[in-house]
């Protein structure tokens, strides 16, 4: 099957306690079905000191979320929109079914 959700993609959350919040999608995990989303699922993660850093602390960094929490931001408003699949010139392409917006090609 076709992603329909990729590297690069603006996004939107429809579940969770980041509910309304946008951002890129900067690795997919299909096998998994989970993303990472730029400032999207923030955890805390305390890090021991060592030699390269005497200081440790703790770190705020991204956690992956379940890809049917998220949808497609749709390019012409970036409300959340469902994505389909057609063919254009020969070539399959992905479009936004709520503008009809292609996102590929």
Do not use: Y
């Not at 969770?16 to 995990?29: F, H, L, N, P, Y």
């Not at 005497?54 to 979320?65: D, F, Q, T, Y």
């Not at 890809?67 to 992905?94: E, H, Q, W, Y």
């Amino acid at each position: 099957m076709a992603a329909k959700l990729k590297k690069g993609d603006k996004v939107v959350v429809t579940v969770g306690k980041d509910k309304g919040k946008s951002g890129e999608i900067t690795k997919v995990m299909p096998s998994q079905g989970r993303a990472f989303v730029q400032g999207v699922n923030l955890v805390k993660k305390h890090k021991r000191p060592t030699q390269e850093d005497p200081n440790g602390g703790i770190e705020s960094r991204e956690a992956a979320i379940q890809i049917s929490n998220l949808m497609f931001a749709d390019p012409k408003d970036g409300a959340p929109t469902r994505v389909g699949f057609k063919i254009v010139d020969g070539k399959k392409v992905r479009f936004a079914k709520k503008s009809g917006e292609l996102i590929d090609g």
